[in-house]
């Protein structure tokens, strides 16, 4: 974003005057010019700023507890009331750049972590007796703090004994089926191996918690301030950004390997084909990187312990620098390995295509889209409406009669993306309307009076469709362009637009505290060009198959501190491409098919069993209940995976020029296609799109 100058002389001129008063020299100096900084961003920039006062503190603390210990594991009653000492201070301190009440509420939660270690490590040391009727409460919004210590016990006694119960019946049931390691084992030697095996998974945990250090608490905390605001408004650290580039570009600098925590050490839990790791061949899955340097003559950095944030930032580099890791095998052995990093290219996270062949031969295109991706600190980087044109291209070359294009899960990426990308089906005009703060609507048009593909469209959507998702299927909508297909009432309901705003632009000098990190700012609603907006709302899909999450309530509205729906003057907009006729028959088939169809009818059947488990969150202790409960699940779980295991669409296959590709392509990026299609070919929603495209062609 581009900020104007005079509001960005002002703001520097405040954040100056703080410094003059309060200059940086230690980390208390660093936290407050975060504060003062994303305080100043807000005021200033925010699509709707708040008042800093008693009423927004009083949200701020009931955001910051709930996050502080959303499970009710580690504090008690007394412990809130004492909090509660500072429930209405917490403006007078953002002002003033303090964290004393941090700072309290930290000991307080490292206190009960404290505690709870000796709770749990004591009733997981003994036996327990599964005989007697009792039940557990799993959700910490249905729980009230417990009372005093003796509670907080009881609690973690019933926790304990949950965790070791479900663990217990699995090994029963391996007993059962005769497994090598069960079948000769007797009910107290597995009732132990299961408390164990809970003993280490809360072990694990608690050795991370105890790993994080001060500013992985300041983060929570300025992310409960900005959250006031509204869910998307964020603080990111350095690496958080970082890390969030990475995922809107595809790409990252480093050696081509994803790290994961196990315990004490940092394990390698994929090597990304095609990055220099995989050419290298020396590191593995599984693999533990225990040592790392820059240099050949460098002491290395013992990783022991360290958090996986850190171990990330010391691998990771500019492409043509070396890195020395001391990588111990999965026999034991210990091998220093060198890789020289470079530009790691993540495949899966850009478009793709297929063909779904029909009887006939009016072959349909599929595009599936993960993210509405670019690169923009790159100027010859790829961006998704480049690829998407790409895509259509080739499907075109196959003479295809119309394209599914697939966003659902897609959770939105850069606005000016969507807009191009929209411009690929509809002659030139308004694609959406934004609005900033305080000023009139602007539209954002497709200035491009081509059209890219004139053919027939369906959308997918879900529930986790969200922001550039809605946008495209929002415009195609309006323009009557396209039919919106969706497995859920309504997508996401995202109505806001971000830009990143880096907190060290505000500050002059004082590198001693710099890098500040970012925030992500709300500064724009967009409107549909109708005039309506998705936010809180989303896209009503033309056509619902129901999933198994379709009686679940989802979505923006479920937030806190969601900004509010509202409308605008609709744009004038026209289009001459393609207007389906017929939508009411479509529709009318697409009901019937859904009907009559068993998947369709038991995973009706599953959605409804996952909202009655959602609601009731009492989960019985008794080892008898328990397995009843869990083998009338797992009968209705096996017909539900049955019938969505198998292939219902036969005739899906690359393209005819992705083939090509793939006769060069190393072993691992053929697997990984083999088991795209495979999955693909599972897929009944799509089977049932692909229905709903070809009545699309019959009845135009």
């Not at 581009?2 to 940086?24: D, E, G, M, N």
Request: charged content about 30%; aromatic content about 10%.
């Amino acid at each position: 974003m581009k900020l104007r100058s005079p509001i960005l002389f002002v703001l520097i001129a405040v954040i100056l005057t703080f410094f003059a008063f309060y200059p940086p020299y230690d980390q208390a100096e660093k936290e407050a010019a975060l504060m003062q900084s994303i305080m100043t961003g807000l005021t200033y920039y925010h699509y709707q700023p708040q008042e800093i006062n008693d009423e927004f503190s009083e949200k701020f603390y009931d955001l910051y507890l709930e996050r502080l210990d959303a499970g009710k594991r580690w504090l008690t009653q007394k412990d809130v009331d004492m909090l509660e000492a500072y429930e209405y201070k917490l403006d007078d301190e953002a002002k003033q750049g303090s964290y004393a009440f941090l700072t309290t509420a930290i000991q307080h939660q490292q206190a009960g972590i404290d505690k709870s270690q000796e709770y749990y490590r004591a009733f997981l040391s003994k036996p327990f007796d599964f005989n007697t009727d009792e039940v557990v409460e799993m959700d910490g919004d249905k729980k009230g703090f417990a009372k005093d210590d003796n509670e907080l016990k009881e609690y973690w006694r019933k926790q304990m004994k949950y965790e070791t119960l479900t663990r217990l019946a699995d090994k029963m049931k391996d007993k059962e089926e005769e497994h090598e390691d069960y079948k000769d084992m007797s009910m107290a030697d597995m009732e132990a191996e299961a408390r164990k095996e809970t003993l280490k998974v809360y072990d694990d945990w608690y050795a991370r918690l105890n790993k994080r250090k001060r500013h992985d608490h300041v983060s929570t905390y300025l992310n409960s301030f900005t959250n006031i605001f509204d869910p998307h408004t964020g603080y990111f650290e350095p690496v958080d950004r970082e890390n969030f580039n990475i995922g809107m570009s595809g790409k990252l600098k480093g050696i081509g390997a994803r790290l994961m925590s196990d315990g004490d050490f940092t394990k390698v839990s994929e090597v990304i084909v095609g990055g220099p790791a995989w050419k290298k061949g020396e590191l593995d899955k599984d693999d533990k990187i225990i040592k790392v340097a820059q240099t050949a003559d460098e002491e290395p950095v013992d990783l022991t312990g360290m958090v996986l944030d850190d171990v990330v930032q010391l691998i990771r580099g500019e492409p043509g620098t070396t890195v020395h890791l001391w990588i111990k095998k999965v026999d034991g052995s210990v091998e220093e390995i060198s890789i020289v990093r470079d530009v790691v290219i993540i495949e899966d996270s850009y478009a793709k295509s297929l063909i779904l062949e029909t009887e006939d031969n009016n072959n349909i295109g599929y595009i599936r889209l993960p993210r509405f991706y670019g690169d923009y600190q790159n100027p010859n980087g790829r961006q998704c409406s480049d690829d998407i044109r790409t895509e259509l291209d080739k499907l075109k070359g196959e003479n295809v009669k119309g394209v599914i294009l697939d966003l659902r899960d897609n959770g939105g990426g850069y606005l000016s993306e969507v807009v191009k990308m929209s411009g690929l089906f509809i002659e030139s005009g308004p694609v959406v309307q934004v609005k900033n703060r305080g000023r009139r609507p602007q539209v954002l048009e497709d200035e491009d009076p081509r059209v890219h593909y004139d053919g027939p469209v369906v959308v997918m959507v879900n529930q986790f469709s969200a922001s550039a998702s809605e946008i495209l299927a929002a415009a195609l909508q309006d323009y009557d362009r396209a039919v919106i297909v969706g497995t859920s009432n309504s997508t996401h309901g995202k109505g806001t637009v971000q830009r990143f705003w880096d907190l060290d632009n505000a500050i002059q000098g004082h590198n001693e505290i710099k890098p500040l990190g970012s925030i992500k700012l709300t500064i724009q609603n967009y409107y549909r060009v109708n005039g309506g907006s998705v936010q809180l709302k989303g896209v009503t899909p033309d056509i619902i198959i129901p999933n198994n999450n379709f009686y679940l309530e989802t979505g923006e509205k479920e937030h806190e501190h969601p900004l509010e729906y509202s409308e605008i003057t609709p744009a004038t907009y026209v289009q001459n491409v393609y207007h389906l006729e017929n939508l009411s028959r479509v529709k009318e088939s697409s009901i019937y098919r859904i009907k009559k169809s068993p998947a369709f009818q038991k995973i009706d059947e599953t959605a409804k069993r996952r909202k009655m488990q959602r609601d009731d969150s009492e989960y019985t202790l008794n080892l008898e209940s328990f397995e009843t409960e869990q083998d009338e699940f797992e009968v209705l779980s096996k017909e539900y995976k049955d019938l969505l295991d198998k292939e219902v669409l036969t005739n899906i296959r690359n393209l005819n020029v992705d083939v090509v590709d793939m006769a060069s392509a190393d072993e691992s990026k053929v697997a990984r296609n083999d088991e795209w299609l495979k999955n693909i070919k599972k897929d009944v929603y799509l089977e049932e799109t692909l229905n709903i495209m070809k009545d699309m062609i019959k009845f135009q």
